[in-house]
């Protein structure tokens, strides 16, 4: 008996080596639920990227400083080694003449701070040479303090171009995902980079016909996160560049051009082409162009489009340019 298996215990273990079949897999989404995943996906990489341009913005701030500080302070040293010499000389010749003791150790010590104390000890020396002496010290702590300036502006860039690498990472992966969704729900459309666009025949006059003209020429080119022309651009990119055309300098992000029109800011009641359109969370903008249309940059996968008001989406708020 020892090497027969009860029918049941039997039946058992043969229902659980049986493979599981495709009916006990998670189930394939549906095009609706894909959709709304993308929608997640869409508003946190927007929020991602928009950091990124912000971080990129902040980045290029501190470097243009800290090339500056930079040429000031090599600058400084060749004028401070040229007052060095000038006290160099009068000390020597202090010396020779019995006015006061040459301190070598002062005009060639590498630390400021010593160099600043020893000065104390050249008092002696006659009205124009004290001037001189003058001269010489607030350079070298003009030196030191631009010296101190350099490496915060340094410190400042290079953890500024750490924290946007990162950023840009995270978004890269975002992108990644979304491009893979859409593919598989056969909604992707590369658009094309080299675009004529359309005309706009819309109401608008002035700086905001100027603007939608530029915004309409870029019709058909893909959206790119980070996107700021000519090919390929990203909500606020083709905002900022739209009133660039127009004269008008708007800020690099979705959130700064919607902080810089706080004072501008208009009832979507009383809407005119050209005003910045925001949705919700302030994570994307479009521009109205009259007639209840938008032209927008919408999301990856898409490329620039005229839209309805109501297709648009749920509206924030809007700012007049």
């Not at 150790?105 to 001189?132: I, T």
Request: with cysteine.
């Amino acid at each position: 008996m020892r090497g027969r298996v009860p029918v049941a215990t039997g039946l058992a273990a043969a229902v659980l080596l049986l493979p599981i079949t495709s009916a006990q897999a998670d189930p394939k989404p549906t095009i609706a639920e894909a959709q709304a995943k993308l929608k997640k996906l869409n508003s946190k990489a927007d929020k991602i990227v928009d950091d990124y341009n912000a971080a990129n913005e902040k980045y290029k701030k501190a470097k243009k400083k800290y090339d500056s500080v930079n040429d000031d302070y090599q600058k400084q040293y060749h004028q401070v080694d040229a007052l060095r010499q000038s006290v160099v000389s009068i000390a020597v010749n202090s010396y020779q003449t019995g006015d006061v003791a040459l301190m070598g150790g002062v005009f060639y010590s590498s630390d400021p701070e010593s160099a600043l104390s020893g000065m104390a000890a050249l008092d002696q020396l006659s009205q124009g040479r004290a001037q001189q002496l003058a001269e010489y010290e607030a350079a070298i702590k003009g030196l030191k303090d631009k010296r101190d300036q350099q490496k915060t502006a340094y410190d400042d860039a290079a953890k500024t171009k750490s924290d946007l690498g990162k950023k840009k990472s995270e978004a890269e992966k975002l992108v990644k995902e979304q491009k893979s969704l859409l593919t598989k729900l056969g909604a992707y459309n590369a658009g094309n980079t080299n675009s004529a666009g359309i005309t706009y025949t819309g109401p608008a006059s002035g700086n905001a016909l100027t603007a939608l003209q530029f915004a309409y020429k870029q019709v058909g080119k893909p959206y790119r996160y980070g996107g700021t022309g000519p090919g390929s651009w990203d909500c606020s990119g083709l905002t900022q560049a739209a009133w660039a055309a127009a004269g008008v300098s708007l800020p690099r992000t979705t959130y700064e051009q919607w902080s810089w029109g706080a004072s501008r800011r208009v009832s979507l009641s009383k809407l005119e082409p050209g005003d910045l359109l925001f949705h919700p969370g302030i994570g994307h903008v479009g521009i109205y162009a009259g007639d209840g249309k938008v032209v927008h940059a919408p999301q990856t996968g898409d490329v620039v489009k005229v839209v309805s008001l109501s297709g648009y989406g749920s509206i924030a708020g809007a700012v007049r340019p």
